[in-house]
């Protein structure tokens, strides 16, 4: 028989995620699909506390910011576009109001700090290793007081010409992350790390450049995982842009993978990273979730308060079975009609 395609065997971690540790994801937008998968079977998650951040200097300055449980003031916004906007977060956390702005981004930092010191796992989802810097001599309207570094983590739609467009060095995000694992170690020893490399193509920088890019953040991270113990690496990557190999698994605009080819992501987690004793959970998580998305015809019919009555039963009994899990949610929808 002939084979038209090369599958990725992907070996099983040694260690595996259970229902009962915590999941930091950090990183791209890559970083939702996984996180919205994780959270829909149950798992306990915190996804991206600066908002999507592409490139590792932001991404690991962003966790060590949780660490040393940051507070950003005034001096560390600028005014732009009618928003108060931070050089350090994506665009969701700008907002009108300098307090309104201040109290969402130092509210979510709290909500790190204290998440990653009881994190099990961090899962980092590397997008590129362009980096946009501050030219020498940046205009005032944009400058910020006592930030550390020219890198921003996005650029908010302010003029290009204010920045200086950079590919890092295998060696400098080497640097970062052997940097991070430091400061990781100290704060949470016991916490252990994911990486992926986002498997969306970064357009805009050309073809040729995303594929340096990736190639940097690969070799870079393979460095990390090599070296030390504790470090994972799951090919997201390879698995769309080698296995799968085909636009019919991309959406429209032929970047960000579709629903189909996250969802095969996916099952090729499950299979490599999650530990068996969950697979009971996420298979009748699976029927719940349908169950909740479905819109009845006649929602006062007899036939849908059976149907609500017979899934408020199930999860019930998952609830009773599974103290430690939290089904709140799906009871409250069962129960409520």
């Not at 915590?22 to 959270?39: P, V, W």
């Not at 702005?101 to 700090?113: G, K, P, T, W």
């Not at 990557?237 to 190999?245: G, Q």
Request: glycine share 2%.
């Amino acid at each position: 028989m002939t084979n038209f395609r090369l599958a990725l065997n992907i070996p099983r971690f040694p260690q595996k995620i259970n229902y009962r540790q915590k999941l930091f994801l950090s990183g791209s937008c890559f970083t939702e699909h996984i996180t919205r998968q994780l959270a829909d079977n149950k798992f306990t998650t915190l996804e991206n506390p600066n908002g999507i951040l592409f490139n590792p200097v932001s991404i690991a300055a962003s966790v060590v910011s949780y660490i040393e449980q940051k507070r950003y003031s005034e001096e560390d916004l600028f005014y732009y576009n009618e928003l108060w906007n931070s050089w350090d977060h994506h665009s969701r956390f700008s907002h009108p109001d300098k307090q309104t702005a201040l109290q969402q981004m130092n509210d979510s930092q709290q909500v790190a700090h204290a998440y990653l010191k009881q994190a099990n796992w961090l899962i980092l989802t590397l997008g590129s290793a362009f980096v946009y810097e501050w030219i020498e001599k940046p205009s005032p309207l944009y400058t910020v007081k006592n930030r550390d570094t020219d890198i921003v983590a996005n650029c908010h739609k302010v003029p290009a010409d204010r920045f200086r467009k950079k590919l890092l060095t295998t060696e400098e995000v080497f640097t970062v992350l052997d940097n991070l694992r430091y400061r990781l170690m100290l704060f949470n020893p016991n916490i252990k790390i994911i990486y992926t490399i986002s498997p969306v193509r970064h357009a805009r920088d050309g073809l040729v450049e995303n594929n340096k890019s990736k190639a940097t953040l690969i070799q870079a991270v393979h460095h990390v995982v090599e070296k030390f113990e504790n470090h994972f690496y799951f090919p997201a990557y390879e698995l769309v842009i080698d296995d799968l190999r085909d636009y019919r698994f991309y959406a429209e605009d032929m970047i960000h993978p579709n629903y189909l080819a996250t969802a095969y992501v996916w099952e090729k987690f499950t299979a490599a990273c999650i530990d068996p004793s969950c697979y009971a959970v996420m298979k009748a998580m699976e029927k719940i979730n349908i169950a909740v998305k479905h819109r009845p015809f006649n929602p006062s019919s007899e036939a849908h308060r059976q149907f609500l009555s017979s899934y408020f039963t199930k999860v019930q009994a998952l609830q009773e079975q599974y103290p430690y899990l939290n089904f709140t949610e799906e009871l409250n929808h069962f129960g409520g009609s």
